[in-house]
């Protein structure tokens, strides 16, 4: 019974995602509606210090800022018990 609902899963996802692929067309993105002004591109470099570098850096700070505040002290595994 699991492979059935299984198989009835995994096709109502592939009908969905061909669904929106059929109903999303790029052509739509070429007309500019009004009021529309979109500024320059982004060039390689500002592409990935917005979207890679400074999530990167933020991850990186948040990080250590937990480690080096962190009070606890039971870093150390814990003995297994002897039976």
């Known amino acids: 019974m699991d492979k059935k609902n ?30 529309d002004d979109p500024g320059k591109g982004l060039s390689v470099i500002e592409t990935l210090g917005l979207y890679v570098l400074i999530p990167v ?16 002290k039971d870093r150390e595994p814990k003995a297994k018990a002897k039976a």
């Open 6 to 35: 299984a198989l009835r899963a995994g096709a109502l996802a592939a009908g969905t995602t061909l669904m929106m692929l059929l109903m999303t067309s790029p052509a739509l993105a070429l007309t500019r509606d009004d009021g």
């Open 57 to 72: 850096g933020l991850f990186a700070v948040i990080a250590g800022l937990v480690f080096a505040l962190d009070k606890s």
